[in-house]
């Protein structure tokens, strides 16, 4: 049995660290907005190489909170991409605007860059890449059309705590940046979290009154209509020592990546990612494009091998956005994926032996 991720045995491998600064907070009694909310955040950005970190509840309200503080409401139009979690697509929604879908690409699975020009109106305010699975979108590409229209793009960093796109950290190249702190992420809490990330001083200071109901340093002072949407503290002190070993679980991530790359060649049917040059993809998620999925699936059920499906539908076909009435035609590239893609175990707890087992059973079976 192999599972998809193994959190348990990776806080057994941290436990004496996590359990310290859990009941640290516990006996200093540092609940909400204490100092370990407030050394994390300094960590994260610094980590980062950003100017400013501004923790709160959670990926998708971190989205939401910069849709705000960059005044995108009803009327404006925000660019996503079509295949990504519904969170960046649904954010979009909530603040009152409209979702824009654009296609991706078919080797990286983040939004096409030649494709956004075409989408885009005089309603357009914003485009949202998302680094899909830990592999930078093509930033280049995506901040010289948001140059040439004068819109802001705003990067969905969910997946990919750590990566880089030409030596720099992915979140500190668009005007804001999300990131979700789910269990299961790259940097994940024992429950919910999330963070926004700014070179923007102004910027940073709308999205910590938003987070907070409209206040910025003084009690009972409400600046605008803001919300709730903090990080707590003891998810903040777990993060805080989480963060000391990223680097080195992406690391190892990243060499997994490369043995199932090396063992998996050459199967016909079964399409690898590539490791893009210049792009430090993190793997938060290992996804391969098998022709005959359903074949796939059964060997890996029959031997107890976990895998996932991310995403199964493209958001334009997704229940919720049925009344955008779009016709598959419209992605193809989104669409193709949605049918040929599977995840495959891996994550920082796995061995490399672990990982051969699974390929030869593809190349025996498949
Ligand atoms: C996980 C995720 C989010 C949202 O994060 P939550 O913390 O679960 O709200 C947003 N975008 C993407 C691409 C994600 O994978």
Redesign the pocket.
């Given at each position: 049995m192999i599972p998809f991720a193994d959190l348990k045995q990776q806080y057994r491998n941290i436990k004496d660290e996590i359990d310290e600064a859990v009941f640290n907070c516990l006996r200093e009694g540092d609940y909400i907005r204490g100092k370990s909310v407030c050394q994390f955040e300094m960590n994260f950005a610094k980590y980062l190489g950003a100017g400013y970190c501004i923790s709160c509840g959670?990926?998708?309200?971190a989205?939401e909170i910069i849709l705000k503080a960059l005044r995108i409401g009803p009327g404006d139009e925000v660019i996503v991409p079509a295949l990504?979690?519904i969170?960046?697509a649904e954010v979009v929604n909530n603040v009152g605007a409209e979702p824009v879908f654009v296609d991706i690409c078919e080797d990286s699975f983040t939004i096409d860059p030649g494709k956004i020009a075409e989408k885009i109106t005089n309603r357009t305010k914003a485009v949202i890449p998302?680094h899909?699975y830990g592999c930078p979108a093509d930033m280049t590409g995506i901040m010289r059309t948001a140059r040439e229209f004068n819109i802001s793009v705003i990067e969905?960093c969910?997946?990919a705590h750590g990566a880089e796109y030409h030596g720099q950290k992915t979140g500190t190249l668009g005007v804001a940046s999300?990131f979700?702190?789910?269990p299961s992420?790259n940097l994940g809490a024992y429950g919910?979290g999330?963070a926004v990330v700014t070179n923007d001083r102004e910027l940073s200071d709308q999205i910590r009154m938003l987070g907070n109901h409209g206040q910025l340093d003084v009690k009972h002072e409400h600046a605008v209509i803001g919300r709730n949407s903090r990080l707590d503290s003891v998810q903040a002190s777990i993060l805080g020592i989480k963060l000391k070993y990223l680097d080195e679980w992406n690391k190892i991530r990243r060499i997994l990546a490369d043995h199932y790359r090396s063992y998996l060649q050459g199967i016909t049917g079964i399409v690898l990612p590539p490791d893009f040059e210049k792009r430090t993809h993190v793997y938060h998620l290992f996804v391969v494009r098998s022709s005959d999925r359903n074949r796939l699936i059964k060997i890996l059920d029959e031997n107890s091998i976990s895998y996932g499906i991310h995403y199964p539908a493209p958001l334009p076909f997704v229940e919720a956005y049925r009344y955008k009435r779009h016709s598959v035609k419209e992605f193809p590239v989104a669409v193709k994926a949605a049918k040929e893609i599977i995840s495959l175990p891996l994550y920082p707890e796995l061995s490399e032996d672990q990982v051969k087992d699974i390929c030869k059973l593809i190349r025996k079976k498949y």
């Open positions: 959670n990926g998708t309200d989205l990504t979690w969170s960046t998302v899909l969905d969910a997946q999300a979700s702190f789910f992420k919910d999330g």
